[in-house]
């Protein structure tokens, strides 16, 4: 069975910094993955993804992601927040076997408050 | 282009009750999803549908619940009798293809049985 672990459940930042909010995964086989983020109020909408090629990802709103398979490791950055980017963040995998189960497996989520 | 639309938003029901929460997928999409969270913990996957057919309800997580999708457009899930433990919010989602695509969400129906 797939498993997602976000390593922070809560993330407090000044506008401006920089964010790297982690997520590893376990999985024994391939895997697509997905950073979604839902903003107060709103539906859950994706960020990025990642399923081939370019390990590094970039998405809406100036984020990024990497891909490290030895690490099974795929991480949220942006080099400079904004108050807009209060939400909170889930980072998810399916498995890509063909035919497969394409439900999604969600970590716990990331609240992050970004302070003006 | 509306979006995927789930209906009630919210909804309060004692214990023993039963409710049906309605999904209405982006027009096109074959693939419809039904996800719950249940506070303090992750989203859970609960079935997938493609048009008509249950393609993975591994994540049902009794036989309380009955998700159907009649036609391969609007969806429905139905919780009978609703428990305590059923409470949390219950998310909709589409795709037009399966795997590696993004999933569109609904806002989420939050159910309370007390």
């Known amino acids: 069975a797939q498993s997602v672990s976000q390593h922070n459940h809560h993330v407090i930042l000044s506008e401006a910094a920089s964010l790297e909010l982690g997520c590893n995964y376990s999985?024994?086989?391939?895997?697509?993955l997905f950073w979604y983020v839902q903003y107060p109020g709103q539906h859950l909408q994706l960020l990025l993804k990642?399923?081939?090629?370019?390990?590094l990802v970039k998405g809406i709103k100036g984020f990024e992601a990497e891909f490290i398979k030895s690490k099974f490791s795929f991480n949220l950055r942006k080099p400079s927040v904004q108050w807009s980017d209060t939400a909170e963040y889930f980072c998810?995998?399916?498995?890509?076997?063909?035919?497969?189960?394409?439900?999604?497996?969600f970590g716990k989520g990331t609240h992050l408050i970004i302070q003006p | 282009e509306a979006g995927v639309t789930q209906f009630p938003s919210h909804s309060v029901i004692e214990k023993g009750q039963t409710v049906t929460l309605r999904c209405d997928p982006i027009?096109?999409?074959?693939?419809l999803y039904w996800y719950r969270r249940v506070m303090g913990k992750e989203i859970k996957f609960l079935l997938h549908?493609?048009?008509?057919?249950?393609?993975?309800e591994s994540g049902m997580p009794n036989n309380r619940f009955l998700a159907e999708r009649t036609g391969g457009t609007y969806s429905t899930l139905k919780v009978q009798p609703a428990e305590l433990e059923d409470s949390g919010v219950y998310f909709c989602?589409?795709?037009?293809?399966?795997?590696?695509?993004?999933?569109?969400f609904g806002q989420g129906t939050r159910l309370t049985v007390v």
């Open positions: 027009s096109g999409h074959d693939n």
């Open positions: 998810a995998v399916n498995a890509r076997s063909g035919g497969g189960a394409d439900g999604l497996t």
């Open positions: 989602a589409s795709s037009y293809y399966r795997g590696n695509t993004e999933a569109f």
């Open positions: 999985y024994g086989g391939t895997v697509n």
């Open positions: 990642y399923f081939s090629g370019d390990p």
């Open positions: 549908f493609v048009k008509e057919s249950k393609q993975d």
